[in-house]
């Protein structure tokens, strides 16, 4: 008996998680299936879940490396740096009356994060070109088009080979930037984005089941 009523409560979550979803993204591709204030309201709260979403999601991070340093697990030295950092720049939010416009929020995000960011992002590209170079030691064809690309865009993003790059060499990078790449990267986000909703659906359906 229980089992069935649990089974009936997961069909009609999953349905009105279906149709709010369904009325969400049909307005914002412009397809008007509910009053306008109705599917603001259902954004807000998308967004509003979103939020507790992020929470949760922090504070379970947060439990999975205190853990780890509790049991001196492989590695806990960068979960214990990681939990500093944490703590650090949540202590900065925090204390500062500014909020994240604060001076010591700010320094933060100028002197830690943009320059780890940057710092991931460029060994993203070095990864990149060793990949493509082992692609290319395979014997692939392909290999050299990646290659030539990837030491292409390289070579007019540095800053100091910038000056001495031909403005034709450049004005071709930042075509093939704009329109090929830029599509190449929508077509792989919206992918990636459609995937993850699939996924999602499929776990809904199976424990509803």
């Known amino acids: 008996m229980f089992s069935t009523r649990s089974g009936w409560?997961?069909?009609?979550?999953?349905?009105?998680?279906?149709?709010?979803?369904?009325?969400?993204?049909?307005?914002?591709?412009g397809l008007a299936l509910a009053p306008p204030?109705?599917?603001?309201?259902?954004?807000?709260?998308?967004?509003?879940?979103?939020?507790?979403?992020?929470?949760?999601?922090?504070?379970?991070a947060v439990r999975f490396h205190l853990v780890r340093v509790q049991r001196g697990q492989r590695e806990w030295?960068?979960?214990?740096?990681?939990?500093?950092?944490?703590?650090?720049?949540?202590?900065?939010?925090?204390?500062?009356?500014?909020g994240t416009r604060g001076q010591l929020?700010?320094?933060?995000f100028d002197a830690v994060l943009a320059p780890g960011q940057a710092t991931l992002f460029?060994?993203?590209?070095?990864?990149?070109?060793?990949?493509?170079?082992?692609?290319?030691?395979?014997?692939?064809?392909?290999g050299v088009w990646i290659t030539a690309g990837a030491l292409l865009m390289l070579l007019v993003q540095t800053p100091f080979l910038y000056e001495i790059v031909p403005d034709s060499v450049v004005a071709l990078v930042d075509w093939l930037l704009?329109?090929?790449?830029?599509?190449a990267m929508r077509g792989v986000l919206l992918g990636g984005a459609l995937a993850v909703l699939f996924i999602s659906l499929r776990l809904i359906v199976?424990?509803?089941?």
């Open 122 to 142: 460029a060994l993203t590209g070095i990864f990149l070109v060793s990949a493509a170079y082992h692609f290319l030691r395979i014997g692939r064809p392909g």
């Open 37 to 60: 204030g109705v599917a603001t309201t259902l954004y807000g709260w998308a967004l509003l879940l979103g939020g507790f979403a992020i929470i949760l999601g922090i504070a379970n």
């Open 77 to 98: 030295l960068l979960s214990l740096v990681l939990l500093i950092v944490f703590a650090l720049v949540l202590g900065a939010g925090i204390s500062s009356p500014e």
């Open 206 to 209: 199976n424990n509803a089941k």
């Open 9 to 29: 409560l997961n069909r009609i979550v999953l349905l009105i998680v279906l149709v709010n979803a369904g009325i969400v993204v049909s307005s914002r591709l």
């Open 105 to 108: 929020s700010e320094w933060v």
């Open 178 to 183: 704009t329109w090929p790449v830029m599509a």
